[in-house]
């Protein structure tokens, strides 16, 4: 730990960028071509659509268009990414939607993941006298002592849960990471091999969640135990489109599947509040094979955003700053299931050169903010659950982290915390 912390000090500004070029992230670097890089946030991908097909049926064929790729969905049917040809028709949403096969046409939006400058963090808070470790920022980790991560460790600590980061990625190199990984993950984005991080935000929420504990580097996750698997959904400049993402979710939800353990799906991402049906319908197939999805409420101080909306599928989690208030961006909502620290939240940052070092961020670890933080403690709480009762199904699970909760605000559940805070001691069955 000693060439990424100046001595003497654990504040933010300490974290030193390390020697030379690291060749994982000069490698990756080169590769990129970011397919998201000059499109805005909602914006529909010109010439792309993504035709719901009934079960059964195959992709009707119509003049200028050419299949991509397709997206099982078993007794759902499938979802077909479709682009328009050089030659071909332009309106491939009204050619499709007239055929009798196709359930609906929708089309293929860009969602981007707004990334902050970097603030001023706060002050070191001084470690607890029942804080546990030798993981050098645990001091600035105070979002662990709010939701009882340490006392809930005397149960669990998350093991046998897979928590999929569906994200920017994660650095799998990452010396607090490394050995928390499931394999190199997967990428829908350029074609990759992996889901090796290419903007930095996953690898934050990968460490939020999964951090080694006791190691002599940086921080400890929540869910310290879990394993996470890495689901490359968003590019380099944080952008990915409705398709990509749907493909993340079913990818993670199959691998629990296939390797028979609990998987709590984190999507600290998402978009404007918009008729979605590709989300809905990604989240009615994921929780139908097992998987719980936690989703972030979106940072816009407005309606809860897709896919975070469809709350009858994902838990969607609001951000609460320091007083336990709701933090100033976060959305808000009748669809808020609980809340979660999600302001100066430190964890790790990928040891290499990525876009995030641009808005101001340190490599190696730094504290963000957004609902995208707040989302991994919640999926944390609930790997946490899943692990001293995996007997239980996601719905189980959900409806315990929320009946746990620390109740906020007034009585009962509001717009602005859903059922409160989420208490990990208390979800693992501690007083």
């Not at 190199?173 to 928390?180: F, G, S």
Request: glycine share 12%; net charge neutral; charged share 15%.
């Amino acid at each position: 730990m000693a060439n990424r912390l100046a001595l003497g000090t654990l504040v933010a500004a300490s974290v030193v960028a390390g020697c030379g070029v690291n060749p994982v992230g000069q490698a990756l670097q080169s590769a990129i071509k970011d397919p998201f890089a000059n499109l805005m946030d909602g914006q529909a991908i010109s010439g792309e659509v993504i035709v719901q097909l009934k079960p059964g049926a195959a992709l009707p064929k119509v003049a200028g268009a050419k299949q991509v790729s397709e997206i099982d969905l078993e007794d759902l049917g499938k979802f077909v990414l479709v682009k328009a040809t050089d030659k071909g028709a332009t309106n491939l949403e009204k050619a499709f939607s007239q055929q009798p096969m196709v359930a609906g046409v929708t089309p293929n939006r860009v969602l981007k993941m707004p990334i902050p400058k970097a603030k001023p963090p706060l002050p070191a808070l001084g470690i607890p006298t029942d804080a546990s470790g030798n993981d050098p920022l645990r001091s600035q980790q105070w979002y662990l002592d709010r939701v009882g991560a340490e006392q809930a460790w005397s149960v669990t600590d998350g093991k046998g849960i897979v928590v999929a980061v569906v994200d920017t990625g994660v650095d799998y190199t990452h010396p607090d990471l490394k050995d928390q990984v499931v394999g190199k993950g997967h990428s829908f984005v350029n074609n990759r091999p992996d889901g090796l991080d290419e903007q930095g935000h996953g690898t934050h929420v990968a460490g939020t969640i999964a951090a080694q504990y006791n190691n002599n580097e940086g921080v400890v996750g929540v869910a310290k135990g879990a394993k996470i698997l890495p689901v490359q959904v968003l590019s380099a400049s944080g952008g990915g489109s409705l398709y990509s993402i749907a493909q993340g979710i079913k990818y993670a939800a199959d691998y629990g599947v296939q390797n028979k353990v609990r998987v709590v799906v984190n999507l600290s991402l998402g978009g404007a509040a918009t008729v979605d049906p590709v989300s809905y319908t990604t989240g009615w197939y994921a929780t139908g094979k097992g998987a719980l999805l936690v989703a972030a409420a979106g940072n816009s101080n407005t309606a809860v955003g897709t896919p975070a909306r469809w709350d009858k599928y994902y838990m969607a989690i609001s951000a609460l700053d320091e007083k336990d208030e709701k933090a100033n961006f976060s959305c808000y909502g009748p669809e808020i299931s609980v809340g979660a620290p999600g302001t100066n939240i430190m964890a790790t940052t990928p040891s290499y050169d990525v876009p995030l070092n641009k808005y101001g961020y340190p490599k190696w670890y730094a504290p963000l903010q957004g609902t995208s933080m707040a989302c991994p403690i919640a999926a944390s709480v609930c790997a946490l659950t899943w692990s001293v009762h995996p007997d239980w199904s996601w719905k189980q699970v959900r409806q315990h982290v929320e009946k746990t909760a620390k109740d906020l605000g007034k009585s009962g559940k509001d717009d602005h915390t859903g059922y409160g805070i989420v208490q990990a001691a208390a979800a693992v069955g501690l007083k």
